[in-house]
T-cell receptor, first 111, second 114 residues
C-alpha cells in the first residue's frame, strides 16, 4: 500500500524566514501527492498537488512543493513565513480507493 | 455554496449509547468519505462511498456503519459507543473516486465518549 511519512512532529521558524515541512513517500507506481493545511478547529484545506510534469508545484497562500523522485520526497516550502501560516500540515498520497495521510507536522511561526 | 457540512459540531455520549453523524455536500460530488483524526495519527479512513449506492470499508471500520442516503448525504452511525471512539470525525467529498482531484473536508464533529 502507498504511504507517506512526515519525519517532524513540530517545525518552528521565525516570521520572514523560509520554511520547509518534510514529507517522504512510498508508492508502487506513479505517485500522486497532496498537501493539506488544518487551522485550529477547522477541517483540512487543500494546498497543492503533484500528479505529473513539473517537479516544482505552486499552490495556495504562496506555498510550493518540490517533488524529488530519487529521494522519494515531496517537501512543502514557502520563501517567507507568516505568523498566520501557523497550523497543522498534512502530506497525503492517493491510494487505491482513497488518500493515505501522514501524521501531520505542526508549524509554528514566531513574530 | 456551503461545500461540505457536518452536524453536530460537538457531542458527548455515554458508553453504549448510539448516534448518527450527518454529512452533506452541495458540489455534486460522486465520492464521499468518513475519517477520524486522533493526535499523532493523522487521518484514518473509516468508510467511503465511491458513488451513490455503494459503500466500502476503510482502514478502521469496526464499530461503525454508514449509509449513503443519496448523492448529497453520507451518514456515519455508532451503534454502541465506546471510549476508544472519542475522536474528531471529518467527512470529505471528491468529484470521482478514480480522479486525482483533491478532497474537500467538512468542519468536523468532536465526539467524546465517557
Amino acid at each position: 500500500a502507498q504511504s507517506v511519512a512526515q519525519p517532524e512532529d513540530q517545525v518552528n521558524v521565525a516570521e520572514g524566514n523560509p520554511l520547509t515541512v518534510k514529507c517522504t513517500y512510498s508508492v508502487s507506481g506513479n505517485p500522486y501527492l497532496f498537501w493539506y493545511v488544518q487551522y485550529p478547529n477547522r477541517g483540512l484545506q487543500f494546498l497543492l498537488k503533484y500528479i505529473t510534469g513539473d517537479n516544482l508545484v505552486k499552490g495556495s497562500y504562496g506555498f510550493e512543493a518540490e517533488f524529488n523522485k530519487s529521494q522519494t520526497s515531496f517537501h512543502l516550502k514557502k520563501p517567507s513565513a507568516l505568523v498566520s501560516d501557523s497550523a497543522l500540515y498534512f502530506c497525503a498520497v492517493r491510494d487505491v480507493g482513497d488518500m493515505r495521510f501522514g501524521a501531520g507536522t505542526r508549524l509554528t511561526v514566531k513574530p | 455554496n456551503a461545500g461540505v457540512t457536518q452536524t453536530p459540531k460537538f457531542q458527548v455520549l455515554k458508553t453504549g449509547q448510539s448516534m448518527t453523524l450527518q454529512c452533506a455536500q452541495d458540489m455534486n460530488h460522486n465520492s464521499m468519505y468518513w475519517y477520524r483524526q486522533d493526535p499523532g495519527m493523522g487521518l484514518r479512513l473509516i468508510y467511503y462511498s465511491a458513488s451513490e449506492g455503494t459503500t466500502d470499508k476503510g482502514e478502521v471500520p469496526n464499530g461503525y456503519n454508514v449509509s449513503r442516503l443519496n448523492k448529497r448525504e453520507f451518514s456515519l452511525r455508532l451503534e454502541s459507543a465506546a471510549p476508544s471512539q472519542t475522536s474528531v470525525y471529518f467527512c470529505a467529498s471528491r468529484q470521482r473516486q478514480t480522479s486525482y482531484n483533491e478532497q474537500f473536508f467538512g468542519p468536523g464533529t468532536r465526539l467524546t465518549v465517557l
